[in-house]
């Protein structure tokens, strides 16, 4: 199914001044996901995260867009394709430091599950085949008594 890229059917916003269409979802894409994104002047459109599972590249639309990566920041104008591999090499945020929109596509893969990791609060979030689990920074707790109280309650259901 073609979609529209100057007039694309935008989801409801869940940030200030984001807007997403799911275009890939759109066009009937399964194994890609491919949203084109619009930040008015100020907004974010993501934090500084890297992914463990998938690989994402960004094509500028319109505007200039703030891109933070390992390298430091540099604006990216339309026309600029930047490729986010995963694991930390891959690090990013978007931010729409213009006094004007920002329009932009990136496509993904859609490996599950996936970690990310939110490198400015330490958050983490895991995304599974149908949820999404989000962990803040603090709430991680030592490995073997978690897996310890596992395998006792696995004990006493089998019993």
Do not use: C
Request: charge should be negative; proline fraction near 9%; avoid cysteine.
């Amino acid at each position: 199914m073609p979609v529209d890229f100057d007039q694309p059917s935008w989801e409801a916003a869940k940030y200030p001044g984001r807007h997403v269409a799911p275009v890939g979802a759109q066009a009937g894409a399964r194994e890609l996901a491919a949203n084109v994104y619009e930040l008015d002047p100020g907004a974010v459109g993501s934090p500084l995260h890297v992914h463990h599972a998938n690989e994402e590249l960004l094509l500028v639309l319109a505007g200039t867009l703030s891109l933070r990566g390992p390298d430091g920041t540099q604006f990216v104008s339309a026309g600029a394709m930047v490729a986010f591999p995963r694991g930390p090499a891959g690090a990013h945020s978007l931010v729409n430091r213009s006094d004007a929109p920002v329009r932009y596509l990136v496509v993904s893969t859609t490996n599950r599950p996936d970690i990310v990791e939110y490198a400015d609060t330490g958050a983490t979030l895991v995304v599974l085949a149908e949820q999404r689990l989000a962990y803040p920074h603090g709430v991680d707790a030592p490995q073997k008594p978690v897996i310890a109280e596992a395998m006792r309650a696995a004990a006493d259901r089998d019993a």
